[in-house]
């Protein structure tokens, strides 16, 4: 418990917007030029999004992706080195720093019940921490998120869902597949779940040239 609220009071890296471009941009010319042979999936247009949301995120706070996290993975103190050298080696889609408090998976709902079950251990060893879950929103209106989601509200459990609605899953528009002009969560920001909408100028996966592996 005191390593815990000691661990808290540690402030994560302050980074800037450009930062966060300027990495991205230089794996998406690392990929364009087939050094990557693996998948990789970039951010852009959320960067002061990321920024503000990582404000309320602690060091000892457990942060849970998608196949799209290199931005979660530098906010939550991975050495940009670090995070290159994996990248490099292929493994963008899953990255994984348990010693960082990161983890990704690449199936599409992966994480939530990871993150939930973190968030009831938390609960039950009485720690302090929270976990913070980063979702796109065609995940946010699959089944296991809506149970995940409302299994965490009637347990009151410490976590939070960031739900990142770019519009798309993969090529398909998300409101068209749903025949809906509204989200479930959309729009909505209160201690359970933060929605927020961008414009991202990257392709679903990859930087735009078609790389053979
Ligand atoms: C179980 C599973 N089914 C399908 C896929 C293929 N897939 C990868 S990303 C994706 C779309 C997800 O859309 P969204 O949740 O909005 O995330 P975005 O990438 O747009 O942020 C799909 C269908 C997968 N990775 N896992």
Redesign the pocket.
């Known amino acids: 418990m005191q390593d815990t609220v000691l661990e808290n009071t540690k402030r994560l890296p302050q980074l800037t917007p450009e930062y966060l471009r300027e990495f991205e941009e230089e794996i998406a010319a690392e990929f364009n030029v087939g050094n990557i042979r693996a998948p990789v999936?970039l951010y852009s247009g959320n960067e002061e999004m990321m920024i503000d949301l990582f404000r309320g995120i602690h060091r000892d706070d457990w942060v849970l992706c998608?196949?799209?996290s290199h931005y979660q993975c530098l906010l939550k103190g991975v050495p940009r080195d670090e995070l290159k050298r994996e990248i490099l080696d292929g493994r963008s889609i899953s990255l994984c720093f348990p010693e960082y408090r990161i983890f990704s998976s690449?199936?599409?709902?992966g994480i939530l019940p990871i993150g939930v079950g973190i968030a009831m251990a938390i609960k039950r060893s009485g720690e302090k921490n929270r976990v913070y879950c980063f979702?796109?929103?065609?995940?946010s209106e699959t089944g296991v998120a809506h149970e995940c989601i409302k299994y965490s509200e009637n347990h009151n459990l410490p976590i939070h869902f960031i739900i990142?609605d770019?519009g798309?899953?993969?090529c398909t528009d998300?409101r068209q597949a749903w025949n809906c002009e509204k989200l479930t969560y959309e729009g909505i920001r209160n201690h359970r779940i933060t929605y927020y909408k961008y414009n991202s100028k990257w392709p679903?996966a990859g930087a735009g040239v078609r790389v053979q592996f």
């Open positions: 999936h998608s196949w799209r690449a199936i599409v709902t979702i796109g929103e065609m995940t990142e770019n798309k899953s993969v998300t679903h």
